[in-house]
Structure formats: structure tokens, C-alpha cells
């Protein structure tokens, strides 16, 4: 499984490279995000166009994935500015359509990957038109936005409502790889790590982003390793998913069970 981890700091880069990790995200979407997300704990990046060459130049093996801003009249000379940087993908968030897809990807023009974030009501229940575009290279599915314009309560009701199996259904047509939402370290969690990663395996997953409490708002190396021992914290992941890989039909569904009893649970303000 891909794990994506958000940074645009170069040493960090190379750290999380020699970890396991196979993705660093550099995350420039800032259009509309205060809007959405600023009166809620969510991480809101700073990170700037600048920074992905000096990411690139330190990742190692790991691919640089760079998410840009949502499709406006800039679209062109961002993605223009994101390839010259060195990104290998690029990832478009809260897109509405069909040619909103086929735009960029148009723009890119197969010069590196591309993911489009399925974070709208209107991306998700139009799917099935760009499910199979020659543009596109996989697919995320992001929670966070997406829970709120469906009216759910909690993110992961996304998962638990069987929300998520529809969608995921329709991208299997298309047999491109997929991934969603944001996963803590093994044993945290209200909602725990190892449940949300069974659902990635029972579904098929190939790609998640590791949460903040992976880097804990660090912005040195030192800080860094002085709050998270990452090696240890990705091993752990690559172990449970293993374990998880190896579960009976009966543990899958018993796990299944446990993820959706938790999130309505929480739903109804009793954790």
C-alpha cells in the first residue's frame, strides 16, 4: 500500500523516504479551503510551488505527489509550474465533472500521474461519466469535505453507512487503483487504526495519507524524531496490514461489524 505523507521540508522528505514511505505529498490547495476547514482542526498546509523541486531532489524513491488548487482560470500555469517543479503526480481537489477531469488531465498530457480527489456530492454521484477517462491514472476519495456535503455527522460514515462500497464499485469497472480518507498509528484512534485499515484491505485499497499525529506539526527533522519514532510507526502499519490481509471471511465482517457499531457510537455522542 502507498502511504502518503504530508511535508515540504526536504529533510524530512529523505527521512520518511528511508521509513517506508512511498509517497511525500506537498499540499498547495489553499482556493477555498479557509472557507471550508478553518473553523475546524484540520491541518491547512503552507506549502508553496518553490518547494517541490527541493522535495524532489530529497525523496529518494518516494514519488512526489502534489495536490493543487481546485480547477479555476489559473488551472494551466499551475499544473505548467507543478511538472517544471518535478512532481510525478498530481492530484485535483473539490472538482464537480466530468470535464473538469478531462481539462486537466488534458493539461497534463500524461507528463505525470494523476489523481482526482473525490471530495464532492456532485464528483461522487457523477462518477460513473469520467470512472474510465484515459486521463486519469487512480483515484482518491477524500472524507473530510465530502462527509459534510453528504450531511453525515462523522467522516468514517462514509464507510460505515456502505457509502464507500458504492463508490468503490464503480471505480473496480474501471480497474484503476483507488484510496481514501487518513489513517493514525496502530493502536490510536477513537475510531482505531486497524479497523479503518481493514476496510482498505477488504476494499482493495492501494493508497492512504498518514495523519498528523505521523508529524505532529513538526517543522525540523529533530522536532520530528524527537515527538515520533516514524520507522517504527510505519512498520507497525505494514505489519497490521499483513495481518490484516490474512483475516478469515468471519474476522473481515466481525471487523466490519466492530467499525460500524463504533462510528454510530460516536455518532450518537456516546464515546
Not at 521509513?19 to 506537498?26: A, E, M, N, Y
Not at 482518491?140 to 465530502?146: E, F
Not at 456502505?162 to 487503483?177: A, C, F, N, R, W
Amino acid at each position: 500500500m502507498n502511504l502518503m505523507y504530508i511535508t515540504n521540508n526536504p529533510e524530512i522528505a529523505s527521512y520518511a523516504n528511508d521509513c517506508g514511505i512511498s509517497r511525500i505529498f506537498v499540499d498547495l490547495e489553499i482556493i477555498g479551503k479557509y472557507e471550508r476547514q478553518g473553523h475546524l482542526d484540520t491541518v491547512i498546509s503552507n506549502h508553496s510551488a518553490d518547494d517541490i523541486h527541493k522535495v524532489k531532489a530529497s525523496s529518494g524513491s518516494s514519488e512526489v505527489l502534489v495536490r493543487i488548487n481546485p480547477f479555476n482560470e489559473n488551472t494551466n500555469k499551475e499544473v505548467e509550474r507543478v511538472i517544471d517543479g518535478g512532481a510525478d503526480i498530481i492530484m485535483l481537489p473539490m472538482f464537480h465533472s466530468k470535464e473538469e477531469v478531462n481539462a486537466v488531465g488534458q493539461m497534463i498530457n500524461g507528463r505525470a500521474k494523476f489523481i482526482p480527489l473525490i471530495e464532492t456530492k456532485s464528483a461522487a454521484e457523477s462518477l460513473g461519466t469520467y470512472a474510465d477517462s484515459p486521463y486519469v491514472s487512480e483515484f482518491y476519495i477524500g472524507l473530510n469535505d465530502l462527509h459534510r456535503e453528504l450531511g453525515f455527522r462523522f467522516m468514517f460514515e462514509i464507510i460505515s453507512t456502505g457509502y464507500l462500497d458504492k463508490l468503490v464499485e464503480v471505480i473496480k469497472t474501471s480497474g484503476k487503483p483507488f484510496g481514501f480518507g487518513g489513517v493514525a498509528r496502530v493502536g490510536e484512534g477513537v475510531l482505531p487504526a486497524s479497523l479503518i485499515l481493514g476496510e482498505h484491505v477488504r476494499l482493495g485499497s492501494s493508497a492512504v495519507i498518514l495523519s498528523r499525529v505521523f508529524h505532529q506539526r513538526s517543522k525540523t527533522l529533530a522536532e520530528l524524531k524527537s515527538k515520533v519514532d516514524l520507522e517504527l510507526e510505519v512498520s507497525r502499519l505494514y505489519s497490521e496490514i499483513k495481518r490484516l490481509k490474512n483475516r478469515t471471511n468471519d474476522q473481515i465482517q466481525h471487523d466490519k461489524h466492530e467499525l460500524k457499531r463504533i462510528v454510530s457510537d460516536i455518532v450518537e455522542g456516546e464515546m
